[in-house]
């Protein structure tokens, strides 16, 4: 069959006009966020329906057509991108709340559900759906529970894994599977809802989600730290933590800082300069809280930890004051960072963090390094900027190398190479440097049971062999 009649016949399982085969759509759809890989899907099909991604499947096992799906293409690792004629699956049809139980605190999401979307629902019932980050105006729920994703308030919530009371998703053979029917407590054996968390697509679709929510936080307020230096931000963490239950603690960088302020729509948060910044957040709910938490910010001073800070007053301050950690992703994106997304216990971040500085220092020393990230989770984001001179492929390329070195240094830490962005296609290959041999073939040997002719998402997680 040529591959025009093999589309032809993909046309007839969906709704008119559903199948798009266009350069700008291939182009639009066949990419995230990442810079490296040229997309080339070879159609984009939207179901409406979960008998409809059925028979997508079915298709695709019966053509041995690759499907990658695709959600909001916010992520940073190469997973949801098409590069090799797959055929895309858009869930930007299926993006409807289906029901909500106030007694359960669940919301029946459909895979599309813009992350937002989801925030303000739950918002509206005077509740709250707490997994947040800076792409949730664009992300979907699909794609979240594809890559368990993480955000700014894990230290409280967790990751997007908490959150998943019940899926259904539509495995690589095209069988429909209903996993944990939303229950609290299930003894029956495998919890096979969480393998598809977090598997990239790569087991199967997720086509229906219920997610739990929480009750809404009280008062909300941050504070922003300056520290002499990177050690310094430890003993913050810890003397918070013993004082007050926090929802956020994250650090940037004074490089990160700069480009945020070099914008011109972001205040700055004191006048002193310091070389990190800490931000951290809790729940202000009586006076006595805001008190400790002042309390606890005089004793870091005194400590010599803390050279200045600033604790927001108002809705505007605590927006504002999250705008210097939220924006950096998207403002240092211009520069075409070359991206890492690496973990390690919360107790062994200093000593982590200094070793890999040394090897950045060493082989980076012409590129600009910005360091920000989930610090309280263990969870650091480097990101080294490419000089405007030099080619993307250029850069790739000797970033690359410098990776080997670092992902060493993870492995020697026992650390994650992706803590919360996924493996993807960007680090398939060390993945031997977080699993090992035994692990990995465990995994594949799971994806055979999914996914017998490898068409879901295949050449993510697993190089292709
Ligand atoms: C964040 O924490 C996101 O802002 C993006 O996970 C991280 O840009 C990055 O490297
Ligand atoms: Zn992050």
């Not at 990442?34 to 939207?46: D, G, Q, R, W």
């Not at 139980?101 to 992350?115: K, L, M, S």
């Not at 053979?173 to 495998?190: F, Q, R, S, V, W």
């Not at 492929?393 to 803590?419: H, L, P, Q, T």
Request: glycine fraction near 8%.
């Amino acid at each position: 069959m040529t591959q025009s009649v093999v589309i032809d016949e993909l046309m007839t399982l969906v709704d008119p006009g559903k199948v798009l085969t266009d350069p700008a759509s291939l182009d639009a759809y066949g990419k995230d966020w990442t810079k490296h890989y040229p997309p080339a899907p070879s159609a984009i099909v939207f179901p409406k329906t979960i008998d409809q991604v059925q028979a997508i499947v079915r298709w695709a096992n019966r053509h041995k057509v690759a499907l990658v799906p695709s959600g909001g293409r916010t992520g940073l690792s190469g997973a949801a991108v098409a590069a090799h004629g797959e055929v895309v699956v858009a869930f930007d049809y299926m993006n409807q709340i289906l029901a909500f139980n106030e007694f359960d605190r669940t919301v029946v999401c459909q895979p599309g559900v813009v992350t937002r979307q989801l925030q303000q629902f739950a918002e509206d019932q005077g509740l709250y759906y707490p997994v947040d980050f800076a792409s949730s105006g664009s992300s979907q729920i699909g794609g979240n529970i594809g890559t368990n994703a993480g955000g700014i308030k894990v230290i409280r919530y967790g990751m997007t894994r908490n959150w998943v009371a019940g899926l259904k998703v539509v495995t690589g053979k095209g069988e429909l599977l209903e996993l944990n029917k939303d229950l609290i407590k299930n003894a029956t054996g495998y919890d096979l809802r969480q393998l598809f968390i977090g598997a990239e697509g790569t087991l199967g679709f997720v086509v229906e989600a219920t997610m739990r929510l929480d009750r809404a936080p009280r008062n909300l307020t941050a504070m922003v730290l300056g520290t002499p230096d990177f050690d310094a931000i430890m003993p913050v963490l810890h003397a918070f933590q013993g004082k007050l239950d926090l929802t956020a603690f994250e650090f940037f960088s004074d490089k990160g800082l700069a480009r945020i302020l070099a914008r011109g729509d972001v205040p700055a948060p004191f006048g002193t300069d310091c070389p990190f910044y800490a931000l951290l957040e809790f729940e202000a709910s009586t006076e006595e809280v805001a008190n400790e938490a002042l309390a606890t910010f005089e004793h870091c001073v005194e400590q010599g930890w803390v050279l200045d800070g600033v604790m927001s007053q108002s809705d505007t301050q605590l927006k504002n004051l999250w705008k210097l950690r939220e924006y950096l992703s998207e403002t240092i994106s211009h520069w075409t960072p070359y991206k890492n997304d690496i973990s390690v216990t919360v107790s062994k971040v200093p000593a982590f963090l200094r070793d890999i500085d040394a090897i950045v220092g060493e082989h980076y020393p012409d590129y600009e390094v910005v360091w920000y990230g989930h610090i309280g989770d263990g969870n650091l984001h480097l990101n080294i900027l490419k000089p405007d001179h030099m080619s993307k492929d250029d850069f790739f390329a000797s970033c690359a190398k410098v990776n080997k070195w670092v992902f060493e240094i993870v492995e020697r830490y026992s650390g994650s190479i992706s803590a919360e962005h996924g493996v993807g296609m960007t680090k398939r290959d060390y993945l031997g440097y977080s699993r090992s041999p035994e692990e990995i073939a465990c995994m594949k040997a799971i994806k055979a049971v999914f996914d017998p002719n490898g068409i879901m998402n295949p050449g993510k997680i697993f190089a292709p062999e």
